[in-house]
């Protein structure tokens, strides 16, 4: 299963998968539900007692549980770039570049272990290294992208050349990748609810203020806070 073949472009909208799916979509989800809650001390015997079916009805499907973070793994590639990639020609607006942290929040809240527990879930399998490598290279990509577009088309009092935008992108993608794992570890509640997640992107946008128009960056910091209350009066 190879990750280096970039997705369309498509609306800034993750889409739920079908729910009549077989048991090889309801392993997947499982295993999702299970990594979330336990981090990467589960395996397929834990896969297959929570659903209540046997181990050979699993093993049809996935070899082991590395076949199903490869799995995984594609999604989360491919619901983020559903989110980050840009059309040819679009400009980033308030609402494009809202929706961008929005939705990413929404992606990092559903594959959230996957981000926190990378280097554990992928070290040994060449195959989930490679893989994993070709998402972060992807996912930079995608947002130094977004950068670009932003810088260009509104730009601030610091002018950011693409060699700014790329170091830019690469911090972004880091903030984003620790933020689970610093929500879980620091913050005084010790939890990681999608309002902590969404929090995080707030966090993360406060990079671009000196090199965007104020004026649009305070509308987009409106906007997010906005989409976090939701999640917090969803959350109550």
């Known amino acids: 299963m190879s990750l280096s073949k970039k997705p369309e472009p498509a609306a800034p909208t993750v889409r739920p998968r079908n729910k009549r799916a077989g048991n090889r979509e309801r392993i997947v989800e499982a295993a999702i539900e299970l990594l979330n809650a336990r981090g990467n001390l589960i395996g397929t015997t834990q896969v297959a007692a929570h659903l209540g079916i ?3 009805n699993l093993y049809y499907h996935f ?3 590395q076949a199903i973070v ?10 983020l770039g559903q989110t980050l990639a840009l059309r040819p020609g679009e400009i980033v607006d308030v609402d494009r570049l ?9 992606v990092l809240w559903r594959y959230r272990f996957m981000v926190s527990s990378a280097l554990e879930l992928t070290t ?13 290279i992807a996912g930079i990509d995608w947002v130094y992208r977004i950068i670009c577009n932003v810088v260009k088309h509104h730009p601030g009092p610091m002018s950011a050349s693409p060699r ?3 170091n830019l992108a690469e911090n972004m993608w880091v903030l984003w ?3 689970p794992r610093h929500a879980e570890h620091y913050r005084e509640d010790a939890s990681v609810s999608p309002a902590a ?3 995080g992107l707030e966090l993360i946008a406060m990079t671009l203020a000196p090199y965007v128009e104020p004026d649009f960056h305070s509308r987009v910091r409106r906007g997010l806070s906005r989409f976090v209350d939701s999640l917090k009066r969803q959350s109550a």
């Open 54 to 56: 046997s181990h050979g």
């Open 63 to 65: 070899s082991n549980l």
């Open 70 to 79: 490869l799995e995984i793994l594609t999604r989360l590639h491919d619901e």
């Open 98 to 106: 809202v929706g961008c942290y929005s939705n990413g929040a929404r």
């Open 124 to 136: 040994g399998n060449a195959e989930l290294e490679h893989n994993y490598r070709q998402f972060t």
């Open 164 to 166: 700014d935008c790329r």
């Open 177 to 179: 990748n620790g933020w």
């Open 197 to 199: 997640i969404a929090h």
